[in-house]
């Protein structure tokens, strides 16, 4: 069975301080991971990963991903209070048209 | 421009009772897919349409049914409401098998209670 793991779920900050996201994943024929943020309506996109080792940079955030480890990391630095959301991963199973999400770390940042 | 639009937004159904979540793009897209949102859960995919006239189950089927009415619209019916239903649904298209990240698109999400 597909499965993408997040962790922390829950993580409360103070503004300016660093968090580093985690995802795990074990789908057959990997293709891409993807990250995206979610607050109050639909998750909007953030990073597409597909190389491992590659770092993707926007700004505070960036991302990379370990394909051989199985796992990607979403790092934010310099926290704002508006980067409170939930975050989510979600693999891309090559040949399928479908992604298989993980459960979302909720990041709380606190002035 | 609309992007994915999907009605109601929000909705209060009694156990028992059916409806029917309908979902709507205006990019051309091939693949729809109807997801739903749980706390703790992630999206978990329902049912996806890779393309016209095709639907395949996903993760979590058991309790609904689709219709691809036409490449536009992909609606979700829930024949028998139950309280395990009570979740935000959240409608996607993409343009089809290459699945690039940003060319997925969500819609803003339907609330829907069953009491």
């Known amino acids: 069975e597909d499965k993408v793991v997040q962790s922390p779920l829950s993580l409360v900050v103070h503004e300016g301080d660093t968090v580093t996201l985690n995802c795990s994943y074990e789908v057959t024929n990997f293709r891409s991971l993807l990250w995206y943020k979610q607050e109050k309506k639909a998750p909007t996109f953030l990073f597409m990963l597909t190389s491992s080792g590659i770092e993707k940079k926007s700004g505070r955030l960036s991302s990379i991903l370990d394909k051989k480890e199985l796992f990607s990391i979403l790092n934010i630095t310099a926290t704002q209070t508006g980067d409170s959301a939930v975050y989510l991963c979600?693999?891309?199973?090559?040949?399928?048209?479908?992604?298989?999400f993980g459960q979302g770390t909720r990041l709380t940042i606190n002035p | 421009n609309a992007g994915v639009t999907q009605t109601p937004k929000f909705q209060v159904l009694k156990t028992g009772q059916s409806m029917t979540l309908q979902c709507a793009q205006d990019m051309n897209h091939n693949s729809m897919y109807w997801y739903r949102q749980d706390p703790g859960m992630g999206l978990r995919l329902i049912y996806y349409s890779a393309s016209e006239g095709t639907t395949d189950k996903g993760e979590v089927p058991n309790g609904y049914n689709v219709s691809r009415l036409n490449k536009r619209e992909f609606s979700l019916r829930l024949e028998s409401a139950a309280p395990s239903q009570t979740s935000v649904y959240f409608c996607?298209?993409?343009?089809?098998?290459?699945?690039?990240?940003?060319?997925?698109?969500f819609g803003e999400g339907s609330w829907l209670t069953v009491v």
């Open positions: 996607a298209s993409s343009a089809g098998a290459t699945m690039r990240g940003n060319t997925i698109y």
């Open positions: 979600a693999a891309i199973i090559q040949g399928a048209q479908k992604l298989v």
